[in-house]
């Protein structure tokens, strides 16, 4: 099962290598991971998706909790949460073909941020489910690059990960 931890770190040199070495340590593997100042400049959130079971994802709360830079660990609950991350998708483009991307990129919500004389790229900013679906729609026309962030993650309505 994926799990969503939100980690509130001590903006400083070191605490992600401290993070992502915690995980590597104990074999887990990491599925996404995204990093960004709050509104705090000191402080910075971890977005971190991963793979396990209850018992891991435990553990890896409690190892989390006594790094020094971090300030706390929040799990997100499936459901309770908004999810996103942003994806750049360059797609061999003919002539012919031009017309159904851009049939896709309107179906899917996708903008069109770069047309060339053979490629055509999208960006889209969607779950990681949502993500796929457009990968899928544009596979057949062959897609020659992808970039796609972490995903990001806050919780909805009043909840919020706070120090």
Do not use: W
């Amino acid at each position: 099962m994926k799990y969503t931890l939100s980690i509130l770190v001590e903006n400083q040199a070191g605490v992600l290598s401290k993070i992502s070495g915690l995980f590597s340590r104990r074999s887990y593997n990491i599925d996404s991971l995204a990093v960004g100042v709050t509104t705090d400049p000191t402080v910075s959130r971890i977005t971190v998706v991963a793979n396990g079971d209850e018992y891991v994802v435990e553990q890896l709360e409690k190892q989390l909790n006594k790094l020094i830079p971090v300030i706390k660990v929040k799990r997100l609950i499936e459901g309770e949460f908004i999810s996103r991350e942003l994806s750049l998708i360059k797609v061999h483009s003919s002539s012919t073909k031009r017309f159904e991307l851009l049939k896709i990129a309107e179906l899917m919500n996708a903008k069109i941020v770069d047309v060339a004389a053979s490629t055509v790229t999208f960006e889209y900013c969607e779950t990681a489910e949502k993500t796929q679906i457009l990968i899928d729609l544009l596979k057949p026309y062959g897609i020659r690059e992808i970039v796609r962030t972490g995903t990001v993650a806050i919780d909805k309505g009043k909840a919020e990960v706070t120090a």
